[in-house]
């Protein structure tokens, strides 16, 4: 079974910056294969995809983050992080990491809140 416990949420003001991080729990040296994302979801609205990173580090984003988010992945580390900066209010959320593509039996964790406000 595999995993993921999600961390450095929090409030912060509009312009502000967060580092979230992801540490996956998965046996052997499977990890590096395993294409990663970080999810949100807000209250009312489905969950969504707004970063993504392959085992060999190439990244996608959303429109809505893409120049303000950065995804990165440390395999030795097992661990996948996602850096925010320029926050609007419209980023607050739940953040979940996961794999992605998705994967329909793959375990959620707790995720962690992030609330951008004034």
């Known amino acids: 079974q595999v995993q993921f416990v999600e961390s450095g949420g929090g409030l912060v003001q509009p312009g502000g910056s967060l580092r979230l991080s992801c540490a996956v729990s998965v046996s052997g040296s499977i990890f590096s294969l395993f294409g990663m994302g970080w999810y949100r979801q807000a209250p009312g609205r489905q969950r969504e995809l707004v970063a993504s990173?392959?085992?060999?580090?190439?990244?996608n984003y959303a429109d809505s983050v893409q120049g303000r988010f950065t995804i990165s992945r440390d395999n030795a580390k097992k661990t996948v992080d996602l850096q925010m900066n320029s926050l609007v209010p419209e980023d607050s959320a739940v953040y979940y990491c996961?794999?992605?593509?998705?994967?329909?039996?793959?375990?959620w964790g707790q995720g962690t809140q992030v609330t951008v406000s004034s």
């Open positions: 990173i392959i085992g060999g580090g190439r990244t």
């Open positions: 996961n794999r992605a593509p998705s994967i329909s039996t793959s375990p």
